[in-house]
């Protein structure tokens, strides 16, 4: 029984959501139930799996019992372990934040999609094989298009074509990507493509060179890498905000991707693909970070800004992932944890502000509970922007510390360094138009560009949505206490990483039993 | 065969590449859906040409034989590709239905004022 929990997570949301669509259509209370005890009941599953994984210990779940080359496998290790935790707690805040502001009611089966987007995110964090990588990017993707047009909205649907297009582009690149792979290789697990990629002589590698840049650029897609880019800002700036609050782990899959494949298949010292990837990697991220700072600093709509303070945290969590050493991995993996919970929170926080003032970044009226919604809003943009309390300064650090012996270290240092102050300077602009500024206005002035009142806003201000926001809050204050604890499993997980001989030998063990 | 199959596979990839760059929903769309045709027949050509064998391995005696495994990809992909084909066809519609303009491009954001939150 124990060692089908492996599968729990992605079985769990996978019955959880049909039967939300088939039996509880047009019952809301129940959805919600349901919809939240499966998160709940993840989270329970997904700690439980971490705390198995914790050890070191490789464990592997072969789907139909069929051995490991020939069928699909899904294995957890402490960096899959680490990922759906995180999934699981940060989809909880978001839930609640959903519930409670009432997006779930302004549109159809935003819990079944909810739940199909977490069984996609879930199974491409545990799954062993490069071709169900694939397909768990798919289900994520046909969720995540569904929430992302949730409510509707000319603009919505607008930067919706845009999002599934620039995605089924990068689908199909991933096909071609793997096909070659497959081609050159005969094989689409992950631990055989290592084996056989490091037998093959290293005149014969132009066309598993090919494969490896093609997958490394779907990842690069996914993980807004700065030249494919451009789907994001629009995309998360005009999706729901809470759902753009979930969006936030979903850069993080194609940064999880870049770890493993690059680490476990064309590891480091992979001579065919050596040099391939950290030559581009580096410099796409030093400006992916440039861009989003600037972004930050230029955005007129409170989406926007949320949405390029992401592709910043993405810029620097790729910069220590580029550098493919053990150190810099700890410290990524630090980092990424931390832009989840605080690029999430600044879009909750958003989400906020948006439903009381609209979503320009103007001088307006103050808004009800701005007191609150502000000192939320400055933790949100603190903790993005790697000020000291909170964990984004830990995390910036430890990538700084990590990245001074490498050969670009000045150009790392003055991008992290430049880009924070320009991200913290952008969002203390933001900051003091929204909550400071209003407080001159004349009452009665009535701005043309602002927005009408919204009017599902309630008599008496939900709690829910303040309760999942500190709830975010306070996982990134948790982070910051027990950054101890945290960075030794980083370093214990970058460790697993870089030895990847055991995750190998445990995946296709069985067959030589 | 190999240069008919890879000359099909290059010029519906061409062609869709073209498509999509012409920033219409509809040729868009069908852009993406020659890709998908290219990358099919790409992944039937993985497992090398072979024409007229079993997808079956012989135990007792060295056949020919046609690699099985790209033809599940392949028939995978058909499915994926084919379910988000309608989904991308949906929502295009809906664009075009509410804003009256099958330009992919978002349009400047002159307004914001008739949207809503």
Redesign the interface.
């Known amino acids: 029984m124990m060692e089908h929990l492996l599968i729990a997570p992605v079985v769990l949301p996978a019955l959880v959501a049909p039967f939300i669509i088939m039996v509880l259509r047009h019952h809301l209370d129940l959805q919600r139930i349901f919809s939240l005890a499966s998160a709940v009941l993840l989270a329970g599953v997904t700690l439980a799996l971490a705390a198995q994984a914790a050890d070191g210990t490789v464990k592997v779940y072969e789907l139909g019992d069929w051995p490991a080359p020939f069928g699909i496998v899904l294995v957890l290790d402490r960096l899959s372990a680490m990922m759906i935790v995180l999934t699981s707690l940060l989809a909880l805040p978001v839930l609640l934040y959903a519930i409670g502001s009432g997006w779930d009611t302004r549109g159809s089966n935003f819990h079944a999609l909810f739940q199909f987007q977490l069984m996609g995110i879930m199974g491409a964090f545990l799954t062993g094989d490069a071709?169900n990588l694939f397909?768990f990017f798919?289900v994520l993707l046909?969720a995540s298009?569904g929430l992302m047009?949730h409510s509707?909205?000319?603009?919505r649907?607008?930067?919706?074509?845009?999002y599934?297009?620039f995605n089924?582009?990068g689908?199909?690149l991933f096909?071609?990507a793997?096909?070659?792979l497959?081609?050159v290789t005969g094989t689409?697990n992950m631990a055989d493509l290592a084996v056989k990629v490091a037998q093959i002589p290293a005149e014969d590698t132009a066309l598993l060179r090919v494969g490896a840049v093609m997958l490394l650029l779907v990842f690069a897609i996914k993980a807004s890498l700065l030249p494919l880019h451009f789907w994001l800002p629009?995309a998360y700036a005009n999706a729901p905000m809470p759902v753009a609050a979930l969006f936030a782990i979903m850069t993080k899959v194609g940064a999880y991707s870049i770890l493993r494949i690059y680490t476990l298949v064309f590891g480091p010292e992979v001579e065919a693909t050596a040099g391939l990837t950290e030559s581009w990697l580096l410099p796409a991220a030093l400006l992916t970070l440039g861009a989003g700072a600037i972004g930050v600093l230029g955005s007129?709509?409170l989406g926007r800004l949320a949405a390029f303070g992401a592709i910043a945290s993405m810029g620097t969590l790729l910069i220590a992932i580029s550098l493919f050493t053990q150190t810099a991995a700890a410290a990524a993996l630090y980092y990424l944890v931390h832009s989840t919970l605080a690029a999430a929170l600044l879009f909750l926080v958003a989400d906020l502000v948006?439903?009381r003032q609209?979503?320009?970044i103007l001088p307006q009226l103050p808004m009800p509970q701005t007191g609150l919604i502000s000192a939320l809003f400055f933790a949100a943009a603190i903790a993005l922007a790697g000020m000291p309390p909170l964990s984004g300064f830990l995390g910036k650090l430890l990538v700084l510390d990590a990245t001074r012996g490498a050969a670009l270290a000045p150009w790392i240092w003055g991008v992290i360094l430049l880009g924070s102050l320009v991200t913290i300077i952008g969002m203390a602009r933001a900051g003091s138009l929204l909550f400071w500024k209003g407080h001159g206005l004349p009452p009665e002035d009535t701005d043309t560009?602002a927005?009408?009142p919204?009017d599902t806003l309630p008599a008496r201000p939900a709690q829910l949505p303040f309760v999942a926001c500190f709830g975010l809050l306070g996982g990134l204050v948790a982070l910051t206490v027990f950054a101890g604890p945290a960075t030794r499993y980083a370093e214990a997980t970058a460790a697993q990483l870089y030895a990847p001989s055991a995750y190998i030998d445990t995946v296709l063990g069985r067959t030589a039993e | 065969m190999e240069l008919l199959v890879a000359s099909a596979v290059g010029i519906l990839t061409a062609a869709g590449v073209y498509l999509?760059l012409r920033r219409r929903?509809f040729p868009?769309i069908l852009g993406?859906s020659l890709?998908?045709y290219?990358?099919n027949v790409?992944?039937f050509?993985?497992?090398?040409l072979v024409t007229g064998a079993p997808p079956i391995l012989n135990k007792y005696e060295e056949v020919a034989y046609t690699d099985p495994?790209?033809q599940a990809?392949v028939l995978?992909?058909i499915v994926?590709?084919f379910?988000?084909t309608a989904?991308?066809v949906m929502?295009?519609l809906?664009?075009y239905l509410?804003?009256r303009d099958d330009a992919?491009?978002?349009?400047v954001?002159a307004d914001?004022?008739e949207?809503?939150?």
């Open positions: 071709f397909v798919e046909i298009y047009i509707g909205g000319t603009r649907f607008q930067a919706g074509v845009q599934v297009v089924l582009l689908s199909t096909l071609f793997l096909g070659t497959y081609s689409l629009s007129k709509k948006m439903e609209g979503q320009w560009s927005e009408p919204v | 999509i929903s868009v993406l890709l998908t290219a990358v790409f992944l050509a993985t497992g090398r495994l790209p990809l995978t992909a994926i590709s379910g988000m989904v991308v929502i295009a809906g664009a509410s804003s992919t491009a978002m349009p954001e914001g004022a949207e809503e939150a």
